[in-house]
């Protein structure tokens, strides 16, 4: 069965960083356009940051500057570098691929303490 693994979250304070990971098992997985998600307690989940497979970027305003989306072809992988981390940042974190979209991974937490 087709997964999508994330990992890298964990607790740090604020100002700190994180970097997250996605494993896709797909073959299709360079030309998937993926995003990174995010799920805060009570609130719905919201994408924050996207890449095509071009390699364009596009991030939602509340992480521009602090979040950086990468991806690595060769390793089916994709990164999300969280920096300058604030309590808000706080979420359970998911990749997936926006326009074909597959069954949600466990996602990771991130925790961000003040």
């Known amino acids: 069965q087709v997964q999508l693994v994330e990992s890298g979250g964990g607790l740090v304070q604020a100002g700190g960083s994180l970097r997250l990971s996605c494993a896709d098992s797909r073959s299709t997985f360079s030309i998937n356009v993926f995003g990174w998600y995010r799920q805060a307690p009570g609130k719905q989940r919201e994408l924050v940051a996207q890449?095509?497979?071009?390699?364009?970027?596009d991030y939602a305003d509340s992480v521009k500057g602090r979040f950086t989306i990468s991806r690595d072809n060769a390793k089916s992988t994709v990164y999300l570098q969280l920096n300058s981390l604030k309590p808000e940042d706080t979420a359970v974190y998911f990749c997936?691929?926006?326009?074909?979209?597959?069954?949600w991974g466990q996602g990771t937490q991130v925790t961000v303490s003040s």
């Open positions: 997936n691929t926006p326009y074909n979209l597959m069954a």
């Open positions: 890449i095509d497979s071009g390699g364009r970027k």
